[in-house]
RNA sequence: GCCCAGGUGGUGGAACUGGUAGACACAAGGGACUUAAAAUCCCUUGGACCUUGCGUCCGUGAGGGUUCAAGUCCCUCCCUGGGCACCA
C-alpha cells in the first residue's frame, strides 16, 4: 500500500459521518449494566464556540469515551442555556426576534460542535427557551410555593443599570455586575424569591458527602459563601424598657459593652429627631452598597442620643448609629465590645469611647491605658462577675446557659446566605408564573394552564426595557379564582433557575412529566461533571439547591446532582484570559480548518493538566499536529505489515522486540492509570509520543521478520485504540486501513500483560555518602546482597572508599546503592 | 488581614508513597535528503569549570532543619495566582 498524505478534512468528516449513521452516541438503558453519566457544563449559544468550550468539551469526550470503552454504559448529552441578555439585546440593536437569533447562533453552535467529533446523543438535545423545557420552571416555581419555598417581597436589591435588571446577590458580588461589570446599584423593588435559606444546613450537610470528590476549593467557597455562625441573641433593653435584641458570637465578651451600634436603615430610628443624626443617617443612606463594602470605606456613626441596658451588668451605654451595621444580618443592630473587637476599639478610640477589658491574657497581664489593639486571643475572663476567672471559650457556653435561663437570651444561627431573588425585568426568559388580581390579590398561574408562554412575536421599539409590560394580549387575563380582570406578572426568571435542572431533564427530553421516572432513576446522579470553576457559588450552588428541593418531591434518586466535579482551568494567551477586549482571542474554527479536529483535540490535552490553566501556544499546536503526522506516516508505512492473527512467543524474541513490547506494555499500563485515575492526560499523550518515538528507533530488518510483523501489529492495535479518545478520527482511519472491519468506537479499553511491564535490565546508581560515583545495568531481580557486592567491585566507587570506613550500605533494589563512609 | 493553590531549563510542563531532577513537547543549534527551500528523518541542548573524562562542582523562590538520601517532609521568610473580607 503506498503511502497516503494526512488529509484530516476529508478523514473527519467521513468518520463523522459514519459514526453518526450507526448511532455511536445513543445513549439507553441497558439494565444490569453500569451506567456513567458525564457531562459538561452546557453553553450559552452565543454564536461561536470559543477555546474555554473546546478544552471544556474535548476533556469531558475524552472521559465519555474512555468511560464506554471501558464498559461503562455511558451518558453524554448536551444542550443549550439559551435564555437570557444577550439575544435581547442583538434583537434591540438589529431588530431580530430573540428566537431568531438563539436558533441561528444554536444551528452554527451545533455545526462547530459536530465538526470537532464530540461524541454527544444529539437525540437527547434539549434548550431552555422550548415551552415544554420552561414549561417545568413554572411548574417547580408553583410546587415551591406550595412548599413554602417562593415568596414576595419588597427589598433592596442590586441593579445592573446596563443590563436593566435585578441580580441576586450571588450575580453581584463587590457590587460588579457578573456579566457586564458595571457597577450595580441599590433599588427597592417588590421581587419573588426562592428560599434557599432554608437549606442552608443541608447544602452545607452535603459538602461531607462531596469531599474528595469535588475540588476541596470549590467547597470552601461555598461554605463561605454560606457562612454559617452560631452565637446568641440578646435581649438588650433600652432605657424605656422596651426589647432592643441583638447578635453576637462573642457572648464571653458580654461584660465589656460600652457602647451599641444600629444600622441607618433601622426602622426604629424613625423616632429620632435630632437634627444631626437624621442628617448622618440620610448621607450614608444614600451611599451605594458598593462603597459601603468597599476598604476604604471610613468608619463612622453618630450618637442616636438613646441609651440601652446592657441586662447583665445593668450598664447604660449609648446607642450609635454606624455605618458598618448591615440591616439584612442578625437583628440589623450590634453590641459593642472595644478590648476584644479590632473594629469597635478604632470606633471608640475614634469617638472618645470607653475601653473595658474583660478577657485578660493569663501570660501578661494588659493595662487598659497601654492597649494599641484589640485583645482578641483567647484568654480569661475578669471584672466579668459571677465568670470572672474562668476561661473566655468556656465562659461562651455558660454566659449563653446563663442567658437561656434567665429568658433574656436565645441561641440562633445566623447565615450569610440570602434567599435567591429570581425576578429580572427582562422579556427573553421563562414567565413567572403568577397572575394579579384586584379582588384575589396575587394568584398562582393552575398547572393546567402551563405553560404561560413566552410570546415569539414582539417588538422592542430600540428600547432596552422589556416589551412584556407593553403587550395587552399577554398582560391582560381573567382571574382564575373569581374569572374576573386580571394582569399577568411581566417578570421572567433568573436564567440560573433554568440551569438548576437541565441535567436531570437530559434523562427524558420529551417525556410528558417533569422527568420519566425509570429514566431519571436509572441515569441520575451526574457521576463526573465539568466545567469551569466561576461557577463554584453560582451554578453549582443553585444547582444542589434545586437537586435537593426536587429530591424532597420524590422527583429524583439522589439528593446531591454531581458525584465528582472536575473544574478544568481557564485558556491563556500571552499572560491573560482570552477575550474579545484583550484582542488575544483564537478561533477554533481556524484552528480546525488548519490542522484538524484531531490535532485542536490533542492540544487542549497534552498542553497543561485539565485543572490548570493551559497556555495557548500556535507552535504548540504544530507540535500536535506533528505527533499525529508521525503515527500517520509510520503506521501507512507499515501497514501491510499488519496481521490480526497473532501468537507471539515471548520467550523467542530478540531482544530489541522484547524491549519494544515492553514500551509498548508499560505505555498501556501508565496511559490508563493516568486517564482513569489521576486524570492526568498530558502525562498520558507523552507516553504515547514515546511508543512512537521508540517505533521510529526500531530496526526495520527486525520488523520484517514474522515475529516482527506480530509485535509490530500488537504495537498498532494498542496505540491506535489508545489514541482514540484523544483524537478518534485518525485513529479509526488508520485502524480501517490496516484492514479491520471493527469499529475503534466500539472497541475496548487495551489490556496489559504485567509481567511484560517490567524492564529485563535498569540502570541502578551507586552512590557514596548520596553522590553518584556510578551507574551499572542490571537486572531489577538481583537482591540487596548482589547489588551491594556489584558496587563494592566497581572501579570507581572502590577509588572513593579507599582509606574510609564503610559505616552503612542502603539498597533500594531496582534503584540504586548508597554506601556511607567516612 | 485570613484561607487555599503554586514558584522546577530560553518556554509549556514531567518526576505516583523521600531514592538517577528536567520525561514529553516547543524554541535553538548541527547533520542527512534536495539544484534550493519547505516537509521529513537523525543528533546536540540546565549552568559553570578544566586536565574534554563513561570528569568535577553547582542547580527545583530564599534561609535553616530532619534524613544514608529532600523538588518531595518540618520551621521561618519572599513572590505570584485565586478565594474570602465590615456578617457582629
Known sequence: MPEQDYNFDSIEQKWQKIWAEREIDKCEIIEGKQKYYLLEMFPYPSG?????????????????????????????????????????????KNNIPPATWTEDNIANMKKQLVRMGFSYDWRREITTFDRDYYRWNQWMFLKMMERGLVYKKKSSVNWCPQCQTV?????????????????????????????????????????????????????????????????????????????????????????????????????????????????????????????????????????????????????????????????????????????????????AKKYGIPVKLVIDNPDKPIRVAEMEDAYIEDGVCVDSGPFTGIKNREAIEKISDYAVQKGFGVRETNYRLRDWGISRQRYWGCPIPVIYCDKCGTVPVPEKDLPVELPLQVDFHGDSRSPLGQMEEFLNVPCPVCGGRARRETETMDTFVDSSWYFAKFTSPKSKEMFDKKEVNYWMPVDHYIGGIEHAVLHLLYARFFNMVMHDMGLVPNREPFTRLLTQGMVIKDGAKMSKSKGNVVDPDDIIKKYGADTARLFMLFASPPQKDLDWSDKGVEGSFRFLGRVWRFVTKHAEKYTANRAIDGAALPASLTALRGELHRTVMIVTGDIAERMQFNTAIARMMELTNALYQTDENKLETPQGKEVLSEVFEKLLTMLFPFSPHIAEELWQMLGNTTLLAESTWPSYEEKLTVRQMVEVVFQVNGKIRAKEMASPSLTKEDLEAMAMAHERIKESITGKQVRKVIVIPGKLVNIVAG
Not at 271 to 298: G, H, L, N, P, Y
Open 48 to 92: 461561536r464556540l470559543h477555546m474555554g468550550h473546546v478544552r471544556n468539551y474535548t476533556i469531558g469526550d475524552l472521559m465519555s469515551r474512555f468511560m464506554r470503552m471501558k464498559g461503562y454504559n455511558v451518558f453524554h448529552p448536551i444542550g443549550w442555556d439559551s435564555f437570557g441578555l444577550p439575544a435581547e439585546n442583538a434583537a434591540i
Open 167 to 347: 441580580l441576586a446577590n450571588e450575580q453581584a458580588e463587590n457590587g460588579i455586575c457578573w456579566r457586564c461589570e458595571s457597577t450595580v446599584e441599590e433599588k427597592h423593588l417588590e421581587q419573588w424569591f426562592f428560599k434557599i435559606t432554608a437549606y442552608a444546613e443541608d447544602l452545607l450537610a452535603g459538602h461531607e458527602t462531596l469531599k474528595g470528590n469535588w475540588p476541596e476549593q470549590v467547597i470552601t467557597m461555598q461554605r463561605n459563601w454560606i457562612g454559617r455562625s452560631t452565637g446568641l441573641r440578646i435581649n438588650f433593653a433600652f432605657d424605656t424598657g422596651e426589647d432592643f435584641p441583638i447578635y453576637t458570637t462573642r457572648p464571653d465578651t458580654v461584660y465589656g459593652v460600652t457602647f451599641m451600634v444600629i444600622a441607618p436603615e433601622h426602622p426604629i430610628l424613625d423616632r429620632v429627631k435630632d437634627r444631626a443624626v437624621r442628617e448622618f443617617i440620610e448621607r450614608i443612606k444614600r451611599q451605594s452598597s458598593a462603597d459601603r463594602v468597599s476598604d476604604e470605606m471610613e468608619k463612622e456613626g453618630i450618637d442616636s442620643g438613646l441609651r440601652i441596658v446592657n441586662p447583665f451588668t445593668g450598664d447604660v451605654v449609648p446607642l450609635y448609629v454606624g455605618n458598618f451595621v448591615l440591616m439584612e444580618y442578625g437583628t440589623g443592630a450590634i453590641m459593642a465590645v472595644p478590648a476584644h473587637d479590632t473594629r469597635d476599639f478604632a470606633f
